[in-house]
């Protein structure tokens, strides 16, 4: 069998990179095929075989003084055997174009030989990425920068920072390559219990997307809002990108609130009125106080008519909505009113204003006063003062047609004021009791008060007489006045059976006289 030699410097020129073999002075002992395409023709005549190495560089690549000095002293190093590796990283101008190339320079040892060897690679399509990504990177790096929220990258793994805007640095410092829960928390010995990692990436590693959400940091003491994302760094692992928005303003405007609305529920629950808020189109109740909770529960959210009255099937027929507002849903301030609630039965005495709520929606705000001892008081007053106006009544009724007993068989029965239907009833309903009551014989009927007699008088004497008369008794008329003559005349009342005489004492004389007889 034959075997198959290949030489190792045919293998060297298939390489892209540019490989030089240097001795131990410094000089080129071997250069590779992929020299030739990256050299000018003025190059390519300095940089040969037999050249110093440092000369034909310079003069094929031309460095900058740093880099020069640089290489020069690594190379120095190397082929004394002071160093063993140099990397540099340099532009060069070549056909009209800059490029970019990386330098490795590191000791050659092969039998009796000592040098160095020199790998160079042109790097100019890559560094043109970094110098995108750079410039990108600077771009984006400005722009949070000039972000008043903080803004940092932190590897999801590690916790290390990896970036953070100027805002940051004001409040925590330059914190580059620190650990984010050891700069960013007080007193933490691990990863934060909050920490929102496992939030930002599903099952399969993938990033879920923005997740908001609030805290207070323990090294500020301020709030933010947090808005984190789970993106991919420039090597490819992922990171969690945070944005924090300082809102302690807000949250202390929140806790005023919280603490006025604490301190107003401590008043309204003081108070002995009932006080709510209900919706003025659904009917929802959107506050109670602690008298509603009291006598009816926690009612908050149920329908008013529903809970506050009983056996309503509908908005109350007495709500007072409609007096509230109007026609343009403009307030018209406080509606004052009475009425007794149907579940317990308490007397309320109610103020019902229109108001607006947070949200803006038009609400009836009640407050009411539970007046029931009163109501009962004004009822007994009302039940004391009807009982005085009867006995006043019954008073008046005795005392406007008194009889007078003047012996066992003759009473007197004077009258005075007006003689109208009510007091003819009287008179005769008197009468009656009286003569049955004193078993009279003899009525004097004395008309000399009365300051008029009408017709309706007139036939209530007759009546009168006429009752008296089916008792057995006979009524004697005294006291009429000429004009009360007239009128009687006038009526052309029926006097038969009647005894008239002018005054009172002539009838009582007259009765006197026919009981002797």
Not at 309 to 325: A, D, E, H, R
Not at 443 to 470: C, E, K, N, Y
């Amino acid at each position: 069998m034959t075997s198959l030699m290949i030489d190792p410097w045919t293998i060297l020129d298939t390489l892209s990179d540019n490989l030089a073999i240097l001795d131990q002075a410094g000089t080129i002992c071997y250069l590779n095929a992929s020299w030739q395409n990256s050299l000018t023709e003025d190059a390519a005549q300095v940089f040969q075989v037999g050249q110093d190495y440092l000369t034909a560089h310079q003069v094929a690549f031309p460095l900058e003084a740093a880099a020069t000095q640089a290489q020069t002293a690594a190379l120095q190093a190397i082929l004394t055997g002071g160093a063993e590796e140099f990397y540099l990283d340099f532009p060069a101008l070549l056909k009209g174009q800059t490029c970019w190339f990386y330098l490795n320079i590191s000791p050659y040892r092969h039998a009796e030989m000592t040098g160095a060897i020199v790998r160079q690679r042109n790097i100019t399509r890559r560094k043109l990425v970094e110098l995108s990504l750079s410039q990108a990177h600077g771009q984006i790096e400005q722009i949070f920068n000039n972000f008043d929220q903080l803004v940092y990258i932190a590897d999801m793994q590690t916790y290390e920072l990896l970036f953070v805007n100027e805002y940051f640095r004001k409040i925590f410092g330059e914190s580059v390559g620190k650990i984010c829960w050891q700069v960013l928390q007080k007193d933490q010995t691990g990863p934060c219990s909050f920490c929102t990692n496992e939030k930002l990436i599903d099952a399969t590693g993938q990033p879920t997307g923005t997740y908001t959400w609030e805290s207070q940091n323990t090294v500020t003491g301020n709030w933010s809002e947090l808005q984190d994302n789970a993106i991919r760094w420039t090597d490819g692992r992922l990171v969690r990108l945070q944005i924090a928005t300082d809102i302690t303003s807000r949250k202390q405007a929140e806790q005023n609130l919280r603490d006025a609305h604490i301190q107003t529920m401590q008043i309204l629950d003081s108070l002995n009125q009932i006080v709510y808020v209900a919706d003025f189109e659904t009917y929802e109740i959107l506050f109670v106080n602690k008298q509603v909770r009291d006598l009816f529960g926690d009612v908050t959210g149920k329908i008013c008519w529903q809970v506050l009255q009983t056996g309503m099937t509908g908005p109350c027929p007495f709500c007072t909505n409609s007096k509230l507002v109007d026609e343009h849903g403009r307030s018209l301030g406080t509606y004052v009113w009475e009425f007794q609630n149907t579940i317990h039965g308490v007397w309320l005495d109610v103020r019902d204003t229109a108001i607006r709520w947070t949200d803006g929606r038009l609400v009836r705000m009640e407050i009411a006063t539970n007046i029931t001892e009163r109501k009962q008081m004004e009822m007994e007053q009302i039940r004391l003062q009807n009982e005085v106006i009867q006995a006043q009544k019954q008073l008046l009724h005795e005392l406007s047609t008194p009889m007078i007993p003047l012996t066992d068989e003759i009473v007197v029965l004077p009258l005075i004021g007006t003689l109208n239907a009510e007091r003819a009833q009287q008179l005769l309903e008197n009468l009656l009791e009286g003569v049955a009551a004193k078993r009279a014989k003899v009525v004097i009927l004395d008309i000399t008060a009365l300051p008029t007699v009408d017709s309706q008088a007139a036939q209530a004497l007759i009546m009168a007489t006429q009752a008296v008369r089916l008792l057995g008794a006979q009524v004697i008329l005294t006291g009429i006045r000429p004009d009360v003559a007239q009128t009687m005349v006038n009526l052309n009342l029926d006097l038969q059976g009647m005894v008239i005489q002018g005054t009172l004492q002539a009838g009582i004389a007259y009765a006197v006289g026919a009981k002797r007889r």
